[in-house]
């Protein structure tokens, strides 16, 4: 436990010199080679019995997992909780064993991120017409736990809204299967996943942090707690909003994300490290001789029996690689193969399988299995931008520059940012604004569909259309975030208020041009394809200058440094923007649960159509995007797909997550309840007096 005494002699150490940092760098991950010297592996490594090599798999398993990410491992866990099933994961990535303190220290993912190197896929877009042209990048994990061993940790939920909004437009071809994704199953499962504890006092009342328990799991795998130190100029946060006419949320986790709060990370308290789907579902199981893991190993494609049934064809094998260069292998499957690769791994290994888009599968040399255009439409995501001001405050940047004892203790390398609000359509564009933003975008459906849908197949404009509909009349109505705003500190000196577009009306596409897993798909999200997404983004950029001239936040801030004043117009607004924004590291469906009429990848039950044993589950299903970060609903689908396809094989089986508060599962080797947490282990942490250097210092101020 930290000492406020030892806190208060630290701060008096740091130096509160503004620092006269001119210009604010894009978030380029400065650190292009990880590989420093590192601590001993040992204790990270897995029980063997997990891992397995190319001449150490078996000939067959009941499940192929494609993709070791944080719904992947999600998979295999539950999967395999049943004795009598075997599981397969194959991971393309290495299993980070070898970087501990890079995943494990929350502040890491700012100072000392493994982003940059071999354990990132390291994308990039295709040249975005409307955001100036750019390539922008898109780093995914390419690592046991996936993004969720790089990302930024928020642990934020949808709310109810648009959750039942996923629910309708997939309720009309099967409506009792859709319950699943309807908000109170859909609740439950997220809270499966989820292990609550409360914040430290201190940290609670520095930062005015409102939660209710009652709305997070208690027994399952992942950590979600709050930082063992909260740096006091957070405090100004909620004030400011209330100030500003946004109100802070009692709670965000139970359905109504809106307004100012202060979420969990996924932090584990009793050593203050990363919470994530290899550290809370995979590394603390019972020996399982049924789970293997192989790992530095890309699935290349699905291999089908040459029977087909009733118009299903049935997966036989799942072929892989460990290079381009390298011989394929093949592995059999007895029940499915499940899809687990993410937003960009799922549509690409499809397509790949011959599962996809007529036209690119002919262009890629890829023989048609089964014509199914959905395949990498759909794409959607959030793009972020950020005002900065010079403050004389003690940022997180600012301390952990100082190199004191206190910024090398794992309390405060447990820092990490969290503090966001969400404000609706009515507020940001105020009534009337809405209204005729709302005509605007009405009125803008019939060319939108004409000129901005990536296919010209006739069920891809269909989801097209319910996709923007679901926008038009259900979000912007509603309560619901059309922006997030991000308070972000992690600079030295400076202070930045990002805004983020939550539910844009742009959509794009992801697809392949040669039959190699090993060449990256084109990613064409159409940034700002849509000129509605450009107005929202910069009433929340204006919004977010806005918070910064409102006290108190005002009081501690400086100059304004970007955009700066050069920018005040809407024109100003717009073209910077254009040229600024970036991903919010929030790519989704590009496997969208819709029906199969609506260009739709995946039914209720995450089958992909057309076949009758590959289901997708992962950040690629969903059909809208969420005023929300994605790890949080993803551990959702991964709980729910492992309910979902228990109860079809195992009668035994839990059928479906219960409406009890913790969601225990009626596991029988309890990958979940060996993880009791303590908040004072701190003392003896492992992390205590390791030095961190600041390495990649500039990439950090986007990264969420
Ligand atoms: C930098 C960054 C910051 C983020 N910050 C946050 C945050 O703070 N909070 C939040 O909630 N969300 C955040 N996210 C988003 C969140 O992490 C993702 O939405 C989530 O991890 C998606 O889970 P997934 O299982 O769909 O994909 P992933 O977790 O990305 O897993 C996919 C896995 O499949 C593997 N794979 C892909 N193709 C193949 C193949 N052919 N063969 C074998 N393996 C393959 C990949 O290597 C990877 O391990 C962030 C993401 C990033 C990248
Ligand atoms: C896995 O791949 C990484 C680099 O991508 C390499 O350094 C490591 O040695 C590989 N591990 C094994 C066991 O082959
Ligand atoms: C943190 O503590 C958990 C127990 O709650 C343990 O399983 C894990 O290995 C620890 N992590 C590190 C990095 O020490
Ligand atoms: C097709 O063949 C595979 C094995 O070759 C078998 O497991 C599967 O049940 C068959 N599918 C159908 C729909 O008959
Ligand atoms: C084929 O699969 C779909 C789901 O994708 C299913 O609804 C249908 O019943 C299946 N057809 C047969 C004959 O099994
Ligand atoms: C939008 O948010 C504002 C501020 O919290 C609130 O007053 C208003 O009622 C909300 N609008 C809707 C449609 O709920």
Request: include cysteine; aromatic fraction near 8%; charge should be negative.
């Amino acid at each position: 436990m930290w000492s406020v005494e030892l806190f208060a002699l630290t701060l008096a150490a740091v130096s509160t010199r503004v620092l006269a940092v001119s210009h604010f760098p894009h978030p380029i991950h400065a650190d292009a080679s990880p590989h420093r010297p590192h601590s001993p592996r040992s204790t990270f490594t897995l029980d063997s019995r997990s891992y397995v090599t190319s001449s150490s798999v078996s000939d067959s398993y009941d499940f192929i997992i494609a993709g070791g990410g944080l719904a992947g491992l999600v998979l295999a866990s539950r999967l395999s909780e049943d004795a009598g099933t075997t599981v397969l994961v194959i991971e393309a990535g290495d299993t980070g064993d070898a970087v501990p303190s890079f995943i494990n220290i929350p502040a890491s993912t700012y100072y000392n991120s493994i982003l940059g190197g071999s354990y990132d896929w390291q994308y990039s877009t295709a040249p975005q017409s409307n955001a100036g042209g750019r390539n922008l990048p898109w780093p995914r994990g390419k690592v046991l736990g996936g993004s969720s061993a790089v990302n930024g940790m928020y642990l934020v939920r949808p709310s109810e809204l648009e959750i039942n909004a996923w629910k309708s437009l997939i309720s009309e071809d099967d409506s009792s299967a859709a319950n699943s994704w309807g908000w109170d199953q859909f609740f439950a499962a997220m809270k499966k996943s989820e292990n609550f504890t409360p914040p430290l006092d201190e940290v609670q009342k520095v930062a005015g942090i409102k939660y209710d328990a009652s709305n997070h799991g208690s027994d399952g795998p992942v950590h979600a707690t709050y930082p063992a130190y909260m740096v006091p100029l957070v405090g100004n946060w909620l004030p400011t909003l209330e100030t500003a006419g946004i109100p802070a949320a009692e709670d965000s986790s139970g359905g109504r994300s809106i307004g100012g709060f202060i979420p969990p990370s996924s932090i584990n308290p009793s050593n203050w490290t990363r919470s994530y789907s290899k550290s809370a579902y995979i590394d603390p199981l019972p020996p399982r001789s049924n789970l293997h893991i192989l790992y530095n190993t890309t699935v290349t494609r699905i291999v089908f029996a040459d029977n087909v049934t009733g118009g299903n064809v049935t997966a036989s094998a799942v072929e892989y690689a460990t290079s381009s260069t390298s011989g394929v292998k093949t592995v059999n499957v007895k029940k499915e193969v499940i899809l687990a690769g993410g937003v960009i791994g799922s549509p690409q290994i499809l397509q790949l399988s011959g599962i996809g888009p007529k036209d690119i599968l002919d262009t890629a040399n890829v023989g048609v299995k089964v014509e199914l255009p959905g395949v990498g439409q759909h794409l959607q995501d959030h793009l972020a931008a950020g005002v900065f001001w010079e403050t004389d405050q003690d940022t997180q940047g600012t301390i952990h520059a100082s190199n004191s004892a206190f910024s090398q203790s794992a309390e405060f390398m447990s820092f990490i940012n969290s503090a966001t609000a969400y404000v609706n359509a009515s507020y940001l564009l105020g009534d009337a604004g809405l209204s005729g933003f709302h005509d605007f975008v009405t009125g803008a459906r019939s060319s939108s569909v004409s000129n901005l849908v990536t296919s010209t197949d006739s069920t891809v404009i269909e989801g097209y259309k319910a996709i923007y509909d679901t926008v038009a009349n259900t979000i912007l109505p509603g309560d619901v975030g059309v922006i997030e705003l991000l308070l972000s500190i992690n600079v030295p000196g400076q202070i930045a208020i990002q805004a983020a577009l939550q539910h844009p009306l742009s959509q794009g596409r992801l697809y392949i041009t040669s039959s190699s897993a090993f060449d990256k798909p084109v990613i064409d999200p159409q940034y700002f394809s849509h000129p509605g997404d450009v107005t929202i983004m910069r009433e929340g950029l204006k919004l977010a200058r806005r918070l910064g001239q409102t006290a108190p936040m005002s009081g501690i801030l400086g100059k304004e440094v970007t955009p700066g004043s050069d920018v005040s117009t809407d024109d100003d607004w717009e073209k910077w923007l254009k040229s600024h924004a970036g991903t919010e590291y929030h790519p989704a469906s590009t496997c969208a649960m819709l029906p199969k009429s609506k260009g739709g990848v995946v039914d209720a039950k995450l089958l992909v159509y057309g076949t009758s044993n590959v289901r997708v589950a992962d950040a690629s299903i969903y059909p809208i995007e969420f005023a929300s970060h994605l790890g949080a609903p993803t551990y959702g689908v991964a709980e729910q797909a492992a309910n979902i396809i228990r109860s079809f094989y195992n009668a035994a089986a839990p059928s479906s997550t219960s409406s009890s508060k913790s969601g225990s599962a009626t596991s029988t080797s309890g990958s979940s309840s060996s993880q009791e947490s303590s908040k004072n282990g701190a003392a003896s942490s492992p992390l205590n007096g390791i030095t961190y250097a600041i390495i990649s210092i500039l990439a950090c101020a986007l990264l969420l």
